[in-house]
């Protein structure tokens, strides 16, 4: 079992930034990927980011360029920095951990997620 806790969400302006940090408990952290997804209202959740076991990470089309995904094994903790916030990136964001190192992009690939932090871009 694998416990996500995420944090960090909130309100920003169009252009501001915020990071996001997923905190795992239970299994051993190092044989886990970690991916974010987001979910708007009224749309479907999308992959946001990824990052695999030997911290090759991994984007959306969307967010390239300006998210950035990265790990600590220490900590146990995945965080994801957002810059240059649209109005459209506002959604309510999910941690989610795999057993695997492939298919990142896809939910069916994850075994665990966390209840998700709101993040909200105000234009």
């Known amino acids: 079992q694998v416990q996500l806790a995420e944090s960090g969400g909130g309100l920003v302006q169009a252009g501001g930034s915020l990071r996001l940090s997923c905190a795992a408990s239970g299994r051993t952290f190092s044989n886990t990927a970690m991916g974010w997804f987001r979910q708007a209202p009224g749309k479907e959740r999308e992959f946001v980011a990824a990052?695999?076991?030997?911290?090759?990470?991994s984007y959306a089309d969307s967010v390239k360029g300006r998210f950035t995904i990265s790990r600590t094994y220490a900590q146990n903790t995945v965080y994801l920095q957002m810059n240059s916030l649209k109005p459209e990136d506002t959604a309510v964001y999910y941690c989610?951990?795999?057993?695997?190192?492939?298919?990142?992009?896809?939910?069916?690939?994850?075994?665990?997620w966390g209840q998700g932090t709101q993040v909200t871009v105000s234009s």
């Open positions: 989610a951990a795999a057993g695997r190192n492939y298919g990142l992009k896809y939910e069916g690939s994850y075994d665990y």
């Open positions: 990052i695999a076991w030997n911290g090759i990470p």
